[in-house]
C-alpha cells in the first residue's frame, strides 16, 4: 500500500481478516465499503488506513487504561465502552423524567450510574445474557410525547426489568444507531454462544484440543467488532446501518448467515482430538476417540473437530447445512491452517461468500421495490401518513387528559393552562379596571 495507490476490494477482503483485530470474514465487505467512501475512490488510501489503525489502537488502550476500581463487577466482566461526556450525554428515562448518568457496557451486561447528589441511586446493572435480551431503537420525549428519535429500549426479558436510554447527539439518530448495533451485538453473541458453542460445564471440551478457549475466541471476535465500530464512528465513515459491521446481529439479519455460524464455531471450538484422557494411553484413549467418531462430527480443513453434541441449533438440520458440510473438503490447494488455505478457500470464506451473494440478491431486490414505490402512489400516501402523525398523537394526548386517565397528568395540564390564562388575561384586566376606578 504505497502513498497515492490505492488497495482494491478483492485484495483487501483477502488480506485484511487475515491481521488480527482488523477486519473479519462476514463484514469485511461492508469494512471496505465504509473506508473506500472517504476517498471516494474505488480503493482504500495509505492515510486512510493509518487513521483507521490509529483509532483502533485508541480504543483498545482506553479499554486497558479504564480503572475498574468504582464498579467492582467489571473485574469478572470485559470492558467494551462508555458513554459519558458534555456533548453527548445519555439519559436514562424512568416515568417521563430523564436522568443524566454514565453508561459502560461490558461482554455481559450494561452499567448506569445516575447523576445523584444525594448519592442514593448507586449503580444499576442490566443483564444481556438471558435468552430474553432484546434492543429495540424508541422515541422519547416529555409529558408522554415521542419527540426525539434518538433512545434504545433495551430489556432483559418479559417481566423483567427495561431501560429506555437516549444518547442525545445534536447531529442526528446516528450516535443512537451505532449504540443500538453495539448492545445488538453483544445480545446476539451471546445468542450464538448458547446455540452453536458446548454448554457450560460440557466434560467434551476436554476431548479436543483448544475447545476450552473457544468462548474466549468468540467474545473477543465481537469485541473487536465493537472496536471497529467506534473507529469509524470517530472517523465519520459509517455505512447507513451500523449494524452491518457487527458480524454476530449482522449474520442474524441475512440469509445463509446460520451456515456463516456454523463455520465460525467450528473455527472457535474444533481442533484434534485428544489421544490422552485422564492420563491413559493405548485402548481407552483409541476407544475414546472411536466413540466421537461414531457420532456425526464435522471437521474443518485441517482436521480439526466440532462435535455433534454442540450442535445445539436447528440449524444444523437445515437442507443448506447439510449440503454445504457435505462438500466442504478442499477442492485445490494447500491448507497451511483452518485460517489460511493457498489458492483455495477456508470454510468460514466459502459460507461467506455465499451468504455475500444471497444478500446481494436481496439489497437489489429491495431496491427495485424501494425505486417502484418511489415513483408510485403508496409513497404518497406513507408521506400523508407521516404529515398527519403529529396531529394523531396530539389528538390521542388530549384525548386521555379529557378522560382523566392519568390524573396527575391532566392536572398538571390544567395547572399549565390556568396560568397561560391568567397571564394573558390579567394584562387586559388590571389596566381595565384601572382606567374604570380613575373615570369614577
Given at each position: 500500500?504505497?502513498?497515492?495507490?490505492?488497495?482494491?476490494?478483492?485484495?483487501?477482503?483477502?488480506?485484511?481478516?487475515?491481521?488480527?483485530?482488523?477486519?473479519?470474514?462476514?463484514?469485511?465487505?461492508?469494512?471496505?465499503?465504509a473506508?473506500?467512501?472517504?476517498?471516494?475512490?474505488?480503493?482504500?488510501?495509505?492515510?486512510?488506513?493509518?487513521?483507521?489503525?490509529q483509532?483502533?489502537?485508541?480504543?483498545?488502550?482506553?479499554?486497558?487504561?479504564?480503572?475498574?476500581?468504582?464498579?467492582?463487577?467489571?473485574?469478572?466482566?470485559?470492558?467494551?465502552?462508555?458513554?459519558?461526556?458534555?456533548?453527548?450525554?445519555?439519559?436514562?428515562?424512568?416515568?417521563?423524567?430523564?436522568?443524566?448518568?454514565?453508561?459502560?457496557?461490558?461482554?455481559?451486561?450494561?452499567?448506569?450510574?445516575?447523576?445523584?447528589?444525594?448519592?442514593?441511586?448507586?449503580?444499576?446493572?442490566?443483564?444481556?445474557?438471558?435468552?430474553?435480551?432484546?434492543?429495540?431503537?424508541?422515541?422519547?420525549?416529555?409529558?408522554?410525547f415521542?419527540?426525539?428519535?434518538?433512545?434504545?429500549?433495551?430489556?432483559?426479558?418479559?417481566?423483567?426489568?427495561?431501560?429506555?436510554?437516549?444518547?442525545?447527539d445534536?447531529?442526528?439518530?446516528?450516535?443512537?444507531?451505532?449504540?443500538?448495533?453495539?448492545?445488538?451485538?453483544?445480545?446476539?453473541?451471546?445468542?450464538?454462544l448458547?446455540?452453536?458453542?458446548?454448554?457450560?460445564?460440557?466434560?467434551?471440551?476436554?476431548?479436543?484440543?483448544?475447545?476450552?478457549?473457544?468462548?474466549?475466541?468468540?467474545?473477543?471476535?465481537?469485541?473487536?467488532?465493537?472496536?471497529?465500530?467506534?473507529?469509524?464512528?470517530?472517523?465519520?465513515?459509517?455505512p447507513?446501518?451500523?449494524?452491518?459491521?457487527?458480524?454476530?446481529?449482522?449474520?442474524?439479519?441475512?440469509?445463509?448467515?446460520?451456515?456463516?455460524?456454523q463455520?465460525?464455531?467450528?473455527?472457535?471450538?474444533?481442533?484434534?482430538?485428544?489421544?490422552?484422557?485422564?492420563?491413559?494411553?493405548?485402548?481407552?484413549?483409541?476407544?475414546?476417540?472411536?466413540?466421537?467418531?461414531?457420532?456425526?462430527?464435522?471437521?474443518?480443513?485441517?482436521?480439526?473437530v466440532?462435535?455433534?453434541?454442540?450442535?445445539?441449533?436447528?440449524?444444523?438440520?437445515?437442507?443448506?447445512?447439510?449440503?454445504f458440510?457435505?462438500?466442504?473438503?478442499?477442492?485445490?490447494?494447500?491448507?497451511?491452517?483452518?485460517?489460511?488455505?493457498?489458492?483455495?478457500?477456508?470454510?468460514?470464506?466459502?459460507?461467506?461468500?455465499t451468504?455475500?451473494?444471497?444478500?446481494?440478491?436481496?439489497?437489489?431486490t429491495?431496491?427495485t421495490?424501494?425505486?417502484?414505490?418511489?415513483?408510485?402512489?403508496?409513497s404518497?400516501?406513507?408521506?400523508?401518513?407521516?404529515?398527519?402523525?403529529?396531529?394523531?398523537?396530539?389528538?390521542?394526548?388530549?384525548?386521555?387528559?379529557?378522560?382523566w386517565?392519568?390524573?396527575?397528568?391532566t392536572?398538571?395540564?390544567?395547572?399549565?393552562?390556568?396560568?397561560?390564562?391568567?397571564?394573558?388575561?390579567?394584562?387586559?384586566?388590571?389596566?381595565?379596571?384601572?382606567?374604570?376606578?380613575?373615570?369614577?
Amino acid at each position: 500500500m504505497l502513498k497515492g495507490r490505492f488497495v482494491g476490494e478483492e485484495a483487501f477482503v483477502r488480506i485484511a481478516p487475515a491481521i488480527s483485530g482488523l477486519a473479519d470474514r462476514a463484514t469485511v465487505h461492508n469494512l471496505f465499503k465504509a473506508l473506500a467512501t472517504a476517498t471516494d475512490q474505488k480503493g482504500i488510501s495509505l492515510e486512510i488506513w493509518l487513521a483507521y489503525i490509529q483509532e483502533l489502537v485508541k480504543i483498545h488502550e482506553g479499554r486497558k487504561s479504564h480503572q475498574t476500581t468504582d464498579f467492582p463487577q467489571l473485574s469478572m466482566e470485559r470492558l467494551l465502552c462508555m458513554a459519558a461526556n458534555r456533548k453527548g450525554p445519555v439519559l436514562k428515562w424512568e416515568n417521563n423524567v430523564a436522568w443524566p448518568g454514565k453508561l459502560t457496557l461490558t461482554d455481559k451486561s450494561l452499567y448506569f450510574e445516575p447523576v445523584d447528589i444525594k448519592g442514593s441511586k448507586g449503580v444499576l446493572r442490566l443483564d444481556l445474557a438471558g435468552d430474553k435480551s432484546t434492543v429495540e431503537k424508541a422515541k422519547v420525549g416529555p409529558l408522554g410525547f415521542s419527540l426525539f428519535d434518538s433512545a434504545v429500549s433495551v430489556s432483559s426479558g418479559p417481566g423483567l426489568a427495561t431501560w429506555v436510554l437516549e444518547f442525545v447527539d445534536l447531529g442526528g439518530e446516528l450516535r443512537r444507531d451505532v449504540w443500538h448495533a453495539i448492545i445488538s451485538e453483544v445480545i446476539a453473541l451471546h445468542t450464538f454462544l448458547r446455540e452453536f458453542g458446548p454448554g457450560e460445564g460440557d466434560k467434551s471440551l476436554y476431548q479436543v484440543f483448544g475447545a476450552k478457549k473457544g468462548k474466549e475466541k468468540a467474545i473477543t471476535s465481537a469485541s473487536n467488532c465493537i472496536a471497529r465500530l467506534q473507529a469509524l464512528q470517530y472517523m465519520r465513515n459509517l455505512p447507513d446501518d451500523p449494524i452491518k459491521l457487527v458480524q454476530f446481529s449482522f449474520l442474524q439479519q441475512v440469509a445463509y448467515g446460520d451456515i456463516v455460524c456454523q463455520t465460525l464455531a467450528v473455527n472457535f471450538w474444533g481442533g484434534p482430538l485428544l489421544t490422552k484422557v485422564a492420563d491413559k494411553r493405548g485402548d481407552i484413549a483409541r476407544a475414546s476417540r472411536e466413540s466421537y467418531e461414531t457420532f456425526d462430527n464435522v471437521s474443518d480443513l485441517d482436521g480439526s473437530v466440532y462435535l455433534k453434541r454442540w450442535m445445539r441449533s436447528p440449524s444444523w438440520g437445515s437442507t443448506a447445512s447439510m449440503n454445504f458440510w457435505k462438500n466442504s473438503s478442499l477442492r485445490q490447494g494447500l491448507v497451511l491452517s483452518k485460517h489460511l488455505a493457498v489458492a483455495d478457500l477456508t470454510l468460514v470464506e466459502r459460507a461467506t461468500e455465499t451468504c455475500r451473494q444471497k444478500y446481494k440478491v436481496v439489497e437489489k431486490t429491495q431496491a427495485t421495490i424501494d425505486a417502484a414505490t418511489i415513483k408510485g402512489i403508496p409513497s404518497n400516501i406513507d408521506l400523508f401518513k407521516e404529515l398527519i402523525l403529529p396531529l394523531s398523537i396530539t389528538a390521542t394526548e388530549f384525548e386521555k387528559l379529557r378522560c382523566w386517565e392519568e390524573p396527575y397528568m391532566t392536572v398538571s395540564f390544567l395547572a399549565f393552562a390556568s396560568t397561560i390564562i391568567f397571564r394573558l388575561v390579567h394584562r387586559h384586566v388590571i389596566p381595565c379596571i384601572s382606567c374604570s376606578l380613575h373615570s369614577e
